[in-house]
Nanobody, 115 residues
Framework: QVQVVESGGGLVQAGGSLSLSCAAS????????MGWYRQAPGKQREWVAG???????NYADSVKGRFTISRDNAKNTVYLQMNSLKPEDTCVYYC?????????WGQGTQVTVSS
């Protein structure tokens, strides 16, 4: 079994920065993929950014140039550095971890950007 826990959300003014962390623990040999998703009230969950086990990264167009995803394989942890935040970035942010072809999700962390 794999547990996934996010941290680092909070309230920030527009133009500010926040950093999220997501740590996976449990029966892990290799994490193939780690990604961040977000969901606003009444909307579908959307993909934000992802990073492979060899460090290849991809970003949604809406966050490209503002967000940076990184990972520490030794700690089974993925990070999301969010800069130049906008009110429309206000969402619950979820971490997804792919281990041996199985998906594991965290409980989510709230990010609120005030205008």
């Amino acid at each position: 079994q794999v547990q996934v826990v996010e941290s680092g959300g909070g309230l920030v003014q527009a133009g500010g920065s926040l950093s999220l962390s997501c740590a996976a623990s449990g029966s892990i040999f290799n994490i193939n993929y780690m990604g961040w998703y977000r969901q606003a009230p009444g909307k579908q969950r959307e993909w934000v950014a992802g990073i492979s086990d060899v460090g290849s990264t991809n970003y949604a167009d809406s966050v490209k140039g503002r967000f940076t995803i990184s990972r520490d394989n030794a700690k089974n942890t993925v990070y999301l550095q969010m800069n130049s935040l906008k009110p429309e970035d206000t969402c619950v942010y979820y971490c997804r971890v792919l281990v041996a072809s199985r998906d594991y999700w965290g409980q989510g962390t709230q990010v609120t950007v005030s205008s």
